[in-house]
């Protein structure tokens, strides 16, 4: 059992920035990669961008060059850097975890609203 706490969301004005957090907790070994993912009024959940264990990273287009992704493996915690942010951003967003067991990402916080005013 994985228990993921995200922190970090809030409003900004475009152009901005802001960095999410998300603590991982519980059966952690259990873990081979984490990601961000973020759902806007009347869309579907998107993958924003994620990271394994071995530090191989995969963004979307639309956040490529704005967004960073890191983790610290020792405190099971992994940040998002979001940089230059524009109003198509304002979701709210979700921490990830992927099992090794399955390769399916089984584990979610109960996620943090980015809102980005014009």
């Known amino acids: 059992q994985v228990q993921l706490v995200e922190s970090g969301g809030g409003l900004v004005q475009a152009g901005g920035s802001l960095r999410l957090s998300c603590a991982a907790s519980?059966?952690?070994?259990?873990?081979?990669?984490m990601g961000w993912y973020r759902q806007a009024p009347g869309k579907q959940r998107e993958l924003v961008a994620a990271m394994s264990n071995g530090g191989n990273t995969n963004y979307a287009d639309d956040v490529k060059g704005r967004f960073t992704i890191s983790r610290d493996n020792a405190k099971n915690t992994v940040y998002l850097q979001m940089n230059s942010l524009k109003p198509e951003d304002t979701a709210v967003y979700y921490c990830a975890a992927r099992r090794r067991d399955t390769y399916s990402y089984d584990y979610w916080g109960q996620g943090t609203q980015v809102t980005v005013s014009s």
């Open positions: 519980g059966t952690t070994f259990s873990i081979n990669a």
